[in-house]
């Protein structure tokens, strides 16, 4: 639903844009966040919460505290990747972020995507430092992207 999303939309090089981490975009449901919480282990990423490392167990319980407080998680690989599992997107709810979303494929791999829209208002919503430079800094790339996205 971020940064790293929008460039799902990029059809050429000069479209790419950078950031520093990935947002998934989740469901606020308990159950399925033990299993994507599960997944992450799985896949050897640290799960972290704030500063501190996401308390144990990580079951029902918990998940649905975190649920409650709409909590970000972060999982990282501890190599450079991190991926903040959200529950929260600035003026969307899940539902409608979902039933709105693109699907691409990489490598056979079906990827469901914010809309661009989605992704772009909701940085505007947000209003962070960090969402303001993004969209002053990538205005013309983002403004020709949503042009593209909406005569599709």
Not at 48 to 73: F, I, K, N, Q, T
Not at 121 to 130: A, F
């Amino acid at each position: 639903m971020g940064v790293w999303a929008a460039n799902y939309y990029a059809q050429a090089a000069r479209f790419v844009l950078h950031t520093e981490d990935r947002d998934l975009f989740l469901p606020a449901d308990a159950e399925n966040l033990v299993r994507c919480w599960s997944a992450c282990e799985d896949a050897g990423f640290e799960l972290w919460s704030g500063d501190e490392p996401l308390d144990s167990p990580r079951d029902h319980w918990l998940a649905g505290r975190v649920v409650e407080r709409r909590a970000a998680v972060r999982a990282s690989d501890r190599n450079g990747l991190e991926v903040d599992l959200s529950l929260v997107m600035a003026d969307f709810d899940f539902e409608t972020v979902w039933r709105e979303r693109r699907i691409f494929t990489v490598e056979a791999v079906e990827i469901p995507v914010a809309s661009l829209l989605h992704i772009v208002t909701s940085k505007k919503t947000l209003g962070r430092d960090k969402d303001r430079l993004f969209l002053a800094t990538y205005r013309e790339a983002i403004e020709e992207l949503l042009r593209r996205e909406q005569s599709d």
